[in-house]
């Protein structure tokens, strides 16, 4: 057998922490470029880690040299430095100059990161997106604003082309009073204008791609659909399968999660969230070229190929050339934990997951060893079934009810430091 070879990760939050579980029983060597004490240091004693930033270029060359493969828990990367590592090599501490694959690829993290830009890659290959243009900055941004209104007309969206995430960086402009307001919100980013989609769900379907070494697409594989459910522009519920939806549209649905991350480049596991129309059809939403809270139900539902073991056999090219990704339980559901208004607002939800049993449901907790902050994801909660009879929502909505009870006392103590106080 010969030598496992050294998989490099940048970024060390949460999505890094679940792949070096997954990793450790496979025997995986994963160095982690991020701060120290970062959740995935925390479960990954190693010493090819490398201490600093993820965009930094010169600890992400540091970290290349360290590993055979670099793959990526986060979006928001240097894709020049990956661009120069992949293409023109790294220096090793021998001095040998040495090229390390990027999966996935520099170009795809690259398109991705612009919003606007990796919708237009899509629209060209006759995927599915709602209508959307580019607004201009400065002072013609007010102009801008009102040539979208003529084009996709009131209400439409506009969006940070770069770095949102969890619904930051969006603007619902219903008519020209919103403009103002929107101006001040956003007016310092580079922006585009999205038509308003008067959807009747969230859809999201995780696919895995993998490639030959020539950037041949070899295969396309994608997990089944689920509902994700939002508050707070964060999710809050992913359900495998979504509720009252036909299989016929979940199958619609993959069927456009595979051909756009067919479109991309490079090697891994892939988001694709998409939009429900009251048609029957779907859209895409955006997609994230990596681990995604819609697929962390995969870990027990998928648990022989997981998004993570998904993510880390992908980028050693070790998936089998024929899959199916059918999940070992008939119904799931993850319910994700965030940061209430005090640093232990969490731990009743958690005494719950240790004492309360509930009969052909099984419970698992996951916290990613983050400090509680208000509205921050610090765990999440997984439930499944192995049977269709079983009533999952109404099952487990003891559990929700002290997840809506965290955000009402988080909100409250916002709300009341947020009130003039007399003097």
């Not at 892939?270 to 859209?283: H, I, W």
Request: with cysteine.
């Amino acid at each position: 057998m010969g030598k496992t070879p050294v998989i490099g990760l940048l970024g060390g939050g949460q999505l890094g922490r679940m792949l070096c579980e997954a990793g450790g029983p496979l025997g995986y060597e994963i160095a982690v470029l991020d701060e120290e004490g970062c959740p995935a240091k925390q479960i990954n004693a190693n010493e090819r880690h490398v201490s600093g930033s993820f965009t930094d270029a010169a600890k992400v060359r540091e970290l290349a040299a360290r590993c055979d493969v670099l793959t990526v828990e986060i979006e928001h990367v240097n894709t020049e430095v990956l661009e120069e590592i992949a293409t023109k090599g790294v220096r090793t501490a021998s001095g040998e100059l040495r090229k390390v694959p990027v999966h996935p690829s520099w170009r795809t993290l690259r398109l991705v990161q612009d919003k606007l830009e990796q919708k237009e890659h899509f629209k060209a290959r006759d995927v599915r997106i709602a209508e959307q243009m580019a607004l201009s900055g400065g002072e013609r941004l007010v102009d801008s604003l009102t040539e979208a209104s003529e084009k996709l007309g009131f209400p439409f969206m506009v969006k940070a082309r770069k770095g949102s995430y969890d619904g930051r960086g969006n603007f619902k402009v219903r008519g020209p009073e919103d403009f103002g307001p929107a101006v001040e919100a956003l007016g310092k980013l580079p922006l585009y204008a999205e038509k308003w989609v008067p959807f009747v769900m969230e859809l999201a379907v995780m696919v895995i791609r993998t490639e030959d070494d020539e950037g041949n697409c070899t295969g396309i594989y994608s997990y089944p659909t689920v509902e994700t459910t939002h508050v707070d522009d964060v999710c809050k519920m992913v359900f495998m399968p979504p509720r009252n939806v036909d299989a016929s549209v979940c199958a619609k649905a993959q069927k456009l999660a595979e051909e756009a991350i067919k479109s991309l480049w490079g090697r891994g596991v892939f988001a694709v969230e998409m939009f429900l129309l009251q048609d029957g059809t779907v859209a895409v939403n955006e997609v994230a070229p990596r681990p995604h809270n819609s697929g962390h139900y995969t870990i027990e539902a998928v648990p022989y190929m997981s998004q993570y073991k998904a993510q880390l056999r992908a980028v050693l090219d070790t998936i089998p050339n024929t899959m199916k990704l059918t999940p070992r339980a008939s119904q799931s559901i993850m319910l994700n934990i965030l940061g209430g208004a005090a640093a232990d607002s969490h731990a009743k939800l958690v005494k719950l997951t240790e004492t309360e049993y509930m009969e052909n449901t099984d419970t698992y907790l996951h916290l990613y060893g983050k400090a509680s902050k208000p509205g921050r994801k610090i765990g999440h909660i997984t439930f499944t079934t192995p049977s269709s009879n079983v009533d999952l929502e109404k099952t487990i909505a003891p559990f929700v009810d002290e997840v809506d009870a965290i955000r009402q006392r988080r909100l409250a103590v916002s709300s009341e430091q947020m009130r003039p106080v007399a003097r």
